[in-house]
């Protein structure tokens, strides 16, 4: 079993910033990857941004420069700093990890969700 958990979501302020936290834990051999999507209210699951093992980066286009993903290998833990947040930033955001297991097996697992809400 591997798990994803995450934090650092709520409310903030438009122009403000937030940092969110997705530690994974369990079974795991390998992390080859990890990231986040999000999920807007009426909206389909969009990436956010991922980084892999090798340190290879995708983010969505509304990105637009104001979040950053990065990794913390000892801590299995992947962060994305929110600046700059608009009220179209709201959402529910999930982590996601690509992990080979100690079975070697390979796994997307997935985190329960954060809740950002960006309002004045």
């Known amino acids: 079993q591997v798990q994803l958990v995450e934090s650092g979501g709520g409310l903030v302020q438009p122009g403000g910033s937030l940092r969110l936290s997705c530690a994974a834990s369990?079974?795991?051999?390998?992390?080859?990857?990890m990231g986040w999507y999000r999920q807007a209210p009426g909206k389909q699951r969009e990436l956010v941004a991922v980084?892999?093992?090798?340190?290879?980066?995708n983010v969505g286009e509304f990105v637009e420069g104001r979040f950053t993903i990065s990794t913390d290998d000892a801590k299995n833990t992947v962060y994305l700093q929110m600046n700059s947040l608009k009220p179209e930033d709201t959402a529910v955001y999930y982590c996601?990890?690509?992990?080979?297991?100690?079975?070697?097996?390979?796994?997307?697992?997935w985190g329960q969700g954060t809740l950002v809400t960006v309002s004045s």
């Open positions: 996601n990890s690509v992990v080979i297991n100690t079975a070697r097996a390979t796994l997307e697992v």
């Open positions: 369990g079974s795991i051999f390998r992390i080859n990857e």
């Open positions: 980084i892999t093992s090798s340190g290879n980066r």
